[in-house]
């Protein structure tokens, strides 16, 4: 299996500062396309998890552009620009090259 | 607007068989550029990908759990279900369906999920 490592597994954010959430994989997830089979999710209180970036990069349909994803490879970073109050839940990457496998997830709260 | 809902029991007893449908509304499980799966997350653990069913019936399933599963779909009722045989407390989680798109047969991103429920295993 694929292993998938976060940092930090817990982030307190002033709203309006940025934020930022490391996955490494144990292996490279870069496909000969060019593609890197990362993404990102929000799992906020009471509801279903909800996807942020895809393919490592892109941002999903309705995604505020507040959150960019970058990263190749084995090591990726998920960014957001300005924290707001809304952002706060548990966020978590997934790589789907094999068996798709999860992070262990880094909770955002407000301090 | 997509939505998926999972039903079924919320308590299952030792070595029984867990059965779980997923009911999808908004849109149809027959669509080509997507697949269906199941997803589960044990109390304070990680997720998990136990499986998926792709439009045309055929299934994958995570080897860590492939002589349990079984996943499939009834395309009338667009509904797909899971069945999750000889439970044990450790299969004891929030189980989650959702819908997947793939590019080149590969998962390019889980969207959306639905609520989760929770399955306890306890006599």
């Known amino acids: 299996d694929i292993v998938m490592t976060q940092s930090p597994l817990s982030l307190p954010v002033t709203p309006g500062e940025p934020a930022s959430i490391s996955c490494r994989s144990s292996q490279s997830l870069l496909q000969s396309d060019g593609y890197n089979y990362l993404s990102w999710y929000l799992h906020k209180p009471g509801q279903p998890p909800h996807l942020l970036i895809y393919?490592?990069?892109n941002r999903a349909s309705g995604v505020p552009d507040r959150f960019s994803g970058s990263g190749s490879g084995t090591d990726f970073t998920l960014k957001i620009s300005r924290v707001e109050a809304e952002d706060v839940g548990v966020y978590f990457c997934m790589q789907a090259l094999q068996t798709p496998t999860f992070g262990g997830g880094t909770k955002v709260e407000i301090k | 607007q997509l939505q998926l809902q999972e039903s079924g029991p919320g308590l299952v007893k030792p070595s029984e068989t867990l059965s779980l449908t997923c009911t999808v509304s908004?849109?149809?499980?027959?669509?080509?550029?997507?697949?269906w799966g199941w997803i589960r997350q044990p109390p304070g653990k990680g997720l998990e990908w136990i499986g998926n069913i792709f439009h045309s019936g055929s299934t994958y399933y995570n080897p860590s759990l492939r002589s349990r599963v079984t996943i499939s779909a009834d395309t009338s009722k667009n509904q797909f279900s899971l069945k999750l045989s000889s439970m044990t407390a450790a299969d004891t989680a929030v189980y989650f369906c959702?819908?997947?798109?793939?590019?080149?047969?590969?998962?390019?991103?889980?969207?959306?999920w639905g609520q989760g429920t929770l399955v306890t295993v306890s006599s």
């Open positions: 393919l490592g990069s």
């Open positions: 959702a819908r997947a798109s793939m590019i080149r047969g590969v998962i390019s991103g889980v969207d959306p």
């Open positions: 908004g849109g149809s499980i027959s669509s080509s550029s997507h697949f």
